[in-house]
């Protein structure tokens, strides 16, 4: 029987072992100084922008709350892929592309199928989906298309994340952590209330690594990260039905090169082995300026913000000893934001929300190719040259949408709901390109390009309670992707793309009692003028086409259970089957993909956890907490030939905290049992290339609070 297996019947074990313990018995809610587990029930998300609890939403959505995040060891976006049911975040390499995948929904380039909102504030470039997670107070994944409330590009969902709320109590926080391969984090956060309505938060993480992998060119260690980020909140309450709050965040990140190696056969690879120097660095400041109104019920809302992207990427794109393919990329990203929205009171019959929502984004690219001697031989090139494009591309957009809700809708205990939005968006691109080659410049065709996308975003649901444990509900949603300018063609067909379009239709349970929570969800998405990813045979660049249809079915699963007091699990499971309708790539050779798998899309993903949590009376030692993990991935296909695939793999993470009167420790582990595997593989350039997944890491982190007299009267 293989370790994985033993893993998992231990873990079941352990799931179920004190059931009949507890058969019988009145079932209450722990003492949340022993244990921090969610009912649902008591879960207020904000889905559909105001506060609901989670059993009252009409959608599939996944919660994580900051201690579950502490103990899951979600400290990136990427870790979500092994705890959120349907959701799946290859890792390319750098934080450069971060793409996301939910229901087998996803973008590997240019525009993300998936938002992510942070505090509220929109963040529409895939690269900056990559940063780490501190001070978090939740996470919200939303599942299947989030159009009529949120527009563009949230196809497959919507991830929400909120950082810590303000408090009213002056303290401190501060953690130290170092683990292997040279891994070191630094955390310090400082609550400073002036008065009872003037409170000002600081907060700043620091975390590097050297990197798990070597490049044997030069035996230099590559593969690592250093990210410094730091943030600021300053909330002003003018009366108790008024708020206004400045949120401030900037992050410093830097990639050391790629770890990709040429694989000599499918599921082996070769030596990292590349000789010149890549690495990604880029830098993000964020600001967002929210203001809310209570207005005898009706709550008045505004988000303004503004996000500065400006990133740099040097690449050696062969990742091999020959001088081929070098690309650097240097660019700028702004985005402008604004988002009015006003709700109705909590307790009415007929509830609603409304609003506006506009934005203006400038994107300035400038791409160099160079191609060395290797290159002129290996294509036959007239010589070496430089390639020399710029994109200076303006996106625009605004949007009317609206959602309500009536409850006792014929019937008692049934809800309806139905929301539509008008959403229009605009795009130019001007493009300029030369070729550099034996001193001369050879001026190329430069353009500009325009295109409009107006889009009616409708949604229908209805839920129904069958008692104070069950409700079930329907739905149905329209998914818009916007359309778009590829940044690497060779011919004028290749230079725009047309918008992605999604049906999805979805029915679900959500059930809360004796010590129980659960979730289930079952889909069927029809996808038109699918979006997707192919190499250009020409400039080796990656680009965007529309295939025909596509469709995603599958199930997701959350299931939570107290076994004992102090005692709880966790399960999850997501089956997809994410396949082409109609593909045909090439209808002069009769090539076709009908029916293949849509790659990044694993057929399941699988979790089981267990914690446990031990108080002592002791002066000394307070607590003890343990969790024990295993995370299961499911095989799935790199290429839309459906030749490359990964098989299944599993992960074990383990850590156990140790809490005394004034700090904690904390000893963890991810991949405890140094499973190897391929986290990203492509072709390119008669290769293929592969990423190996990153092994046993292991540390400590030590972590204080303390409160602090109030400064300020």
Not at 17 to 31: I, T
Not at 138 to 154: A, D
Not at 347 to 368: M, S, T
Not at 487 to 500: A, I, V
Request: net charge neutral; charged share 20%; hydrophobic share 30%.
């Amino acid at each position: 029987m293989s370790i994985h297996r033993i893993g998992i019947i231990g873990l079941l074990f352990s799931f179920i072992m004190f059931v009949p313990e507890l058969k019988g018995q009145e079932r209450q809610k722990p003492d949340s100084s022993l244990i921090d587990e969610y009912y649902i029930d008591d879960v207020l998300v904000t889905a559909n922008k105001r506060s609901e609890k989670l059993t009252e939403v009409p959608a599939s959505i996944s919660t994580l709350n900051a201690l579950q995040q502490e103990r899951q060891q979600v400290e990136t976006l990427n870790d979500l892929t092994f705890v959120t049911p349907g959701l799946h975040m290859p890792d390319y390499g750098s934080s450069l592309t971060s793409p996301i995948y939910i229901r087998g929904i996803g973008s590997k380039i240019n525009e993300p199928a998936v938002g992510l909102y942070v505090d509220d504030i929109p963040y529409f470039e895939k690269a900056a989906f990559d940063f780490n997670l501190f001070d978090i107070e939740r996470i919200e994944v939303l599942r299947g298309p989030q159009g009529t409330l949120y527009g563009r590009n949230s196809l497959g969902g919507i991830i929400k994340i909120y950082t810590e709320d303000l408090k009213y109590q002056p303290s401190t926080h501060f953690s130290l952590g170092y683990g292997s391969h040279n891994r070191k984090s630094m955390h310090l956060r400082q609550n400073l209330p002036f008065n009872d309505r003037l409170l000002l938060g600081l907060s700043g993480n620091y975390m590097n690594h050297n990197g798990y992998y070597t490049n044997h060119y030069e035996s230099n260690t590559i593969g690592g990260k250093e990210d410094l980020s730091g943030r600021v909140k300053l909330l002003f309450e003018p009366s108790d039905k008024a708020s206004l709050q400045l949120i401030v965040d900037a992050k410093n990140t830097s990639n050391n090169g790629y770890p990709y190696a040429i694989s000599t056969q499918q599921g082996g690879e070769s030596r990292i082995n590349y000789n010149h120097k890549s690495y990604y660095k880029r830098d993000i400041l964020s600001t967002g300026f929210k203001a809310e109104l209570d207005m005898d019920g009706y709550t008045l809302k505004s988000v303004s913000s503004f996000q500065l992207l400006d990133d740099i990427q040097e690449i050696d794109q062969d990742f091999s000893p020959s001088e081929m393919v070098n690309v650097n990329q240097d660019r700028q990203h702004h985005l402008f934001a604004q988002e009015i929205n006003l709700s109705s009171p909590e307790n009415n019959r007929l509830q609603f929300v409304a609003g506006l929502f506009g934005f203006y984004q400038l994107r300035d690219k400038l791409v160099d190719v160079a191609y060395g001697p290797d290159a002129v031989t290996a294509w036959n090139l007239p010589g070496q040259m430089k390639k020399n494009k710029r994109y200076d591309k303006t996106t625009g957009g605004f949007a009317a949408f609206g959602q309500a809700s009536y409850q006792d809708f014929i019937i008692p205990k049934l809800k309806a709901t139905v929301g539509l939005r008008y959403d229009y968006e605009f795009n130019r691109l001007d493009y300029s390109y030369l070729i550099r080659m034996n001193e001369q410049e050879v001026p190329q065709d430069d353009f500009v390009h325009r295109k409009s996308y107006p889009e009616i975003l409708p949604k229908a649901s209805l839920h129904y309670r069958w008692n104070e444990h069950l409700v079930q509900y329907a739905s149905f949603t329209k998914g818009y992707k916007s359309g778009g300018f590829n940044s690497t063609f060779e011919r004028k067909q290749d230079q725009t793309f047309k918008p992605e379009y999604s049906l999805n239709y979805e029915t679900g349970l959500k059930w809360s009692g004796n010590g129980t929570s659960a979730t289930f969800s079952a889909y069927h998405i029809e996808v038109s003028d699918k979006q997707v990813y192919q190499i250009d045979t020409l400039s080796h660049g990656p680009l965007l086409k529309n295939a025909g249809k596509a469709f995603s079915r599958g199930m997701e699963l959350e299931v939570q259970h107290r076994t004992a007091r102090n005692w709880n699990n966790r399960m999850s499971f997501a089956y997809t089957d994410a396949r082409y309708r109609k593909y045909v790539k090439d209808p002069a050779q009769d090539l076709n993909y009908n029916d293949h798998y849509m790659p990044y899309i694993p057929r399941f993903t699988f979790s089981i956890g267990t914690n446990y949590r031990k108080a002592f009376s002791s002066s000394f030692l307070n607590e003890i907490q343990l969790h024990a993990s295993y995370h299961g991935v499911g095989e799935h296909y790199w290429n839309d030939e459906n030749t490359l695939k990964e098989d299944y793999y599993g992960l074990v993470n383990v850590r156990a905290r140790f809490v005394f009167s004034r700090v904690s420790c904390s000893l963890w582990a991810k991949n405890a049992l140094n499973q190897d595997y391929n986290v990203f593989m492509f072709q390119a350039f008669n290769n293929t290339y592969s990423q190996q997944s990153a092994p046993l890491r292991f540390g400590l982190t030590l972590k204080s609070q303390l409160n602090l007299p109030k400064l300020f009267n």
